[in-house]
């Protein structure tokens, strides 16, 4: 397969190291914040940003993010409407243009009736770049899909986890393109403390396989230290449910996300 | 969908686990591992002759098979048709739901499996859960939507006694489709050791296909009975109840190909197809993905599950197995929105009329018969899925 030059490539072909991914729930903590918040993770130097697009079942995530879902549900938050207030956010001649790379990370349901293709060709007008569908299995999006995603510019992420293995794992590494998210643990997201020694066991497995891809650590990934500890062995991590707490407790506003930020590098 | 296509005259399941339209296996990668050690070994576990043996003699000993086909004289006349009642009720713990348990509990001995969760709407899942876990002495976790937990108390109790975890659901809606949420949750955060009894049709392949399987004893012996008592093996209709549709999918398993034999599902409307309150997922919905597999599904415009709603907690579904979203797509089966104000109807009917208490699951079914223009030569055959002393508190406020 031939790497889509994108954000995404792009940014992994400049920088290889101690990346940062932010994930936030669009529509949350309030519908109208998720421009607020894009700028501010740009603002504050984060490398990729991941907007959640919020579902009502959403089985892989914990209750951190499956709260923030329900709240921006509430809150009216759609996929039309996040791309609504997604659009024209690339524009060279807007007062601040974004220029972080931006996923989108939700449930196929949502993609289903929303239409796969006019899924795809709006996130290539709005300027999405990748999309993390966990409920989307590697065959089936080969099966199906990846045509329209290939057309569009828009790179899929696989996930894999401790349990996948080797020959998933190399069968992954040879579909996709952008990176692999590594799931830190066999757990939802918000629901692992700390970095055990049978992570550092799979980080250094997986690590030893000389992928193709680039890896994100992904889930578990909370402060400093695990921040640290995940850029030991793979390109960086992805926080989330530790910045939905962030942002419920010391709201949106650029500093609240800079410290956040600077928290996790230090 | 396109390439996963299958062609839409088989009511088998294809290789990747799709009924025409519907099935797959849309599971986080955090699963994958599970499903597919599932998905390789299942048909051999369960066609292997010394599982066999074991299953049909716990059926036999245990559960108390084969359950009688009862000719409801009294509920013939009424409803101007020969009737008879498949009675699951009389299964060990209450339903049909046993038949499942006793199967998927000897398939995670097989695959070395030490705990089992599982989700339940009525408790008559987590119940049967429960006790083959009791039976065989693995761990049993079940996770029920805290609403469910209150109407259905007597469940809860039961399960307890077991020896099992009861673990509330208190996201959404409190119902069902939580308690799944929840069990698939424990499922990620225990992949190893851990093996899933769903109870229903529903969830990634190969589970529709494999309890739809565990359960089409109940069609299996339905053709024997019907065959001795009337000397056809085939009736008119055989109607069930559809929430998930488990017990549907085992009274209709073995007529599937039949086309003289029509296939009646009942769904709960609960207030009122159009009332905002409604179970009814073949009127209200349409094809999307939900706890694994793409079936017909209650949502909005945008994706969104919508929250169903019945006075039965074992139909409080926003989805149905994939294969009863193929017979309805394909027209092979005729699906009926029943409310509660008439199940609860049928289910005091039945008992004036034969002294059966039914589950108020099974009271849908039942209400179905009054919509279908029966003729007095039709032989018709009822799937009594589950006794109603679960149900008592609730059919007791409507004396």
Redesign the interface.
Known sequence: MTLTQNRITDLFSQKSERLLNVYFTAGFPQLNDTMTILRGLQAAGVDLVEIGMP???P??D??TI?QSN?KA?DNGM???TLFDQLEGCRQEQSSDPVTVPILLMG????????GVEAFCKKCQEVGVDGVIL????L??YL??YAPTFREYGILNV????P???ES?IRHIDEESDGFIYM?SS???TG?TKGISDSMRAYFERIQAMNLRNPRLIGFGINNHDTFDTACEYANGAIVGSAFIRHLEEKGTSADSILEFVHTIRA | ????LEPQTSFEVSD?GFYGHFG???????L???VEELRQNYLNIINDPAFQAEFWQLLEDYVGRPTPLFLARRLSEKVGATVYLKREDLCHTGAHKVNNTIGQILVAQRLGKKRIVAETGAGQHGVATATVCALMGLECIVYMGSIDMERQKPNVDRMRMLGATVVPAT??SQTL?DAT?EA??HW?????DTHYIIGSVVGPHPYPDMVARFQSVISEEVKKQLFAKTGRQNPDYVVACVGGGSNAAGAFFHYLNEPTVRLVAAEAAGQGVNSGHSAATTALGK??????SRTI?M?T?????IEPYSISAGLDYPGIGPLHAHLFDSGRGDFYAISDDEALQAGFQLSKLEGIIPALESAHALAALEKMNLKPDDVVVVCLSGRGDKDLSTYSKHL
Do not use: C, W
């Open positions: 579902y009502s079942d089985v892989a914990g209750e499956q329900g549900l759609s996929l039309k449930y196929i349901n949502p993609v289903l009736q929303y966990p409920d989307l299995p065959d089936l099966a199906d696989n996930l894999i986890t349990q996948t293995t998933r799931v066999a757990s939802i629901s | 969908m396109q390439t996963t990747k797959g296996a849309f599971i986080p990668e955090m994958y591992p599970n996201s959404g489709k949420n698939m949750r990620i955060n225990n992949p190893v094809p999307g993905v939900l706890h694994g599904l949502q415009e945008d994706g969104q599950v």
